[in-house]
């Protein structure tokens, strides 16, 4: 079973980006981490990056052409703003777990509400990398 690690704008910078907030790991060390642990649950993990709005909702698309069990999505900025991603994630029927390395409610207001959250089966947020992986044991599970 293939799960969709899907990432929105700015964490490509990831480890240099505000690392008070977002910790030190990169992607890819979040990736490799993923791996393994996907490795152990007997999974498979597609984790992708862009800064595209359009992108992220191509690879929504994808993710149910191509049967994933799963998609981990931390849509970044887009979480706040996005009527497409929230409107991809209805549009198909693969569970999508929303995922932040911050708890966006410990922060701006801007960031309290997410448009994503209207429609994922779950969110995981607040334990920096360790969301990711916590996400991954609930897709698991599915
Ligand atoms: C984020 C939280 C968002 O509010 C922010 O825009 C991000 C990262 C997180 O993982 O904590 O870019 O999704």
């Given at each position: 079973d293939i799960v969709f690690v899907l990432n929105g704008p700015n964490l490509n910078l990831l480890g240099l980006r505000e690392p008070e907030i977002y910790?030190?790991?990169?992607l890819n060390d979040i990736a490799g981490m993923l791996e393994d642990r996907a490795r152990e649950l007997g999974l498979e993990i597609d984790l992708r990056q862009s800064n595209h709005e359009g992108h992220l909702v191509d690879w929504l698309h994808e993710a149910q052409a191509e049967g994933a069990k799963a998609v981990l999505l931390n849509a970044a900025a887009f979480t706040h703003t996005s009527v497409a991603l929230l409107d991809a994630i209805k549009a198909i029927t693969v569970p999508v777990i929303e995922v932040h390395l911050s708890n966006p409610h410990r922060r701006e207001a801007f960031r309290h509400v997410s448009l994503v959250g209207q429609a994922a089966k779950g969110t995981i947020a607040g334990f920096g990398a360790l969301s990711y992986r916590l996400a991954l044991e609930a897709a698991a599970r599915f």
């Open positions: 910790g030190s790991d990169t």
